[in-house]
Structure formats: structure tokens, C-alpha cells
T-cell receptor, first 115, second 114 residues
């Protein structure tokens, strides 16, 4: 297993367009997380999946954002009608199914630039 | 609202020097994690500490979890240019479901000059 994969690595889009990002977690990890990171800040939690169930969403995840994990494997994050404020690094992470968090494995992220 | 603070925000030192970075909060955490992030990449987990007062060593890096499980420090001995990066601390607390919710601090940006 090569770790958590994210695609694409970079995306430049015009304001108002829709974009979709993909994350492939480590195969043994049934927990998957999406975070957003802007320059000079730490990652901010967006949403969490356990298998295919989306169990928690941050209020940062507005109606324009939707995330899915249809078969409990890969996940997609879609942003509709992108705005310049959506420009950020979108990070996906996965972890083992333990109650206490012992840490995440992150992907390399998708850098989104909205022009 | 839980908040993690890190200090200093930026640190630039010469190769061979020692340094300590700090992570503080008013919240109690079930575990605390340290990550290092390089530009354009995702964070990489360095260590997780779970017991108050716990000390873990990873080669030249020493991590300590405060007795009250509200703060942590990272000490690097004889820093090398390869240590350059953004050091993030992250605290875990029980979330709405059966998992621990992890929040991140803003990071300490370290630059080690050869």
C-alpha cells in the first residue's frame, strides 16, 4: 500500500465552476477525514466518514460542499459554484478504527486556486 | 471553542543549535500528536503522546505531554537543515460519535540554516 492518494494535486478553476477531488485512503483504514488548510494556518476539520457513513460535518462545510464515500473505500469532495475564498489546500486523511486517536495518515493534498 | 496555540510562530536558527517549540491549550486532550509538513505536501505524523507527563524520543526530537494533558513541547537537539518545515501539534477530544475529533494548531515554521 502506497499510503493515502489524492487527485488532482493542483486545480485551477474559474469562479463559479464546480470542482471534484478524489481521495483513496489506506485500504485497512475505515475512517476517512477531509481537512482544509489555508496559508499560514493549521488544517481545519471539514468532515469524517466511518466506512460509507458521513458521521460528522463542520459548519465550515457550506451547502456548496458535498462529500461522499459510496462504497466505504475512496471518497470525493465536490465544491459547487466555487468562490475565491475556497482557494486552499484540501487534505484527506485516514486512520485505523480505534476510539482514541493515535494519529492520521495524510495524503499530499489538492491545491485549489479559484481565479 | 477549543483552541490550540503554538509558539513561536516562526523560528530561524543555525545548523547545530537546539530549539524548543510549544503547544498550549485550555482544553484537556485524550491524546496529542505532532506532525511535520513540508511545502506543498500533507502533514506527516511524528509522534502521539497519550499520558500526562509522558516523554517520547525520536532520534534528536524529544516530545513531552504536560501533566494536565493541556500542553506539549517539542525539543530538537543539534538541528539540521532536513528539520526545516512546519511543525503542527494536534489535540484529540471525544467527538460526536465514537471517534476522537482532532484539532490542529497554527504551526511553528522552522528554518534551519546550513
Amino acid at each position: 500500500d502506497t499510503g493515502v492518494s489524492q487527485d488532482p494535486r493542483h486545480k485551477i478553476t474559474k469562479r463559479g465552476q464546480n470542482v471534484t477531488f478524489r481521495c483513496d485512503p489506506i485500504s485497512e483504514h475505515n475512517r476517512l477525514y477531509w481537512y482544509r488548510q489555508t496559508l499560514g494556518q493549521g488544517p481545519e476539520f471539514l468532515t469524517y466518514f466511518q466506512n460509507e457513513a458521513q458521521l460528522e460535518k463542520s459548519r465550515l462545510l457550506s451547502d456548496r460542499f458535498s462529500a461522499e464515500r459510496p462504497k466505504g473505500s475512496f471518497s470525493t469532495l465536490e465544491i459547487q459554484r466555487t468562490e475565491q475564498g475556497d482557494s486552499a489546500m484540501y487534505l484527506c486523511a485516514s486512520s485505523f478504527p480505534t476510539g482514541r486517536s493515535y494519529g492520521y495518515t495524510f495524503g499530499s493534498g489538492t491545491r485549489l486556486t479559484v481565479v | 471553542t477549543q483552541l490550540l496555540e503554538q509558539s513561536p510562530q516562526f523560528l530561524s536558527i543555525q545548523e547545530g543549535e537546539n530549539l524548543t517549540v510549544y503547544c498550549n491549550s485550555s482544553s484537556v486532550f485524550s491524546s496529542l500528536q505532532w506532525y511535520r509538513q513540508e511545502p506543498g505536501e500533507g502533514p506527516v505524523l511524528l509522534v502521539t503522546v497519550v499520558t500526562g507527563g509522558e516523554v517520547k524520543k525520536l532520534k534528536r526530537l524529544t516530545f513531552q505531554f504536560g501533566d494536565a494533558r493541556k500542553d506539549s513541547s517539542l525539543h530538537i537537539t543539534a538541528a539540521q537543515p532536513g528539520d526545516t518545515g512546519l511543525y503542527l501539534c494536534a489535540g484529540a477530544t471525544p467527538g460526536k460519535t465514537s471517534y476522537d475529533k482532532v484539532i490542529f494548531g497554527p504551526g511553528t515554521s522552522l528554518s534551519v540554516i546550513p
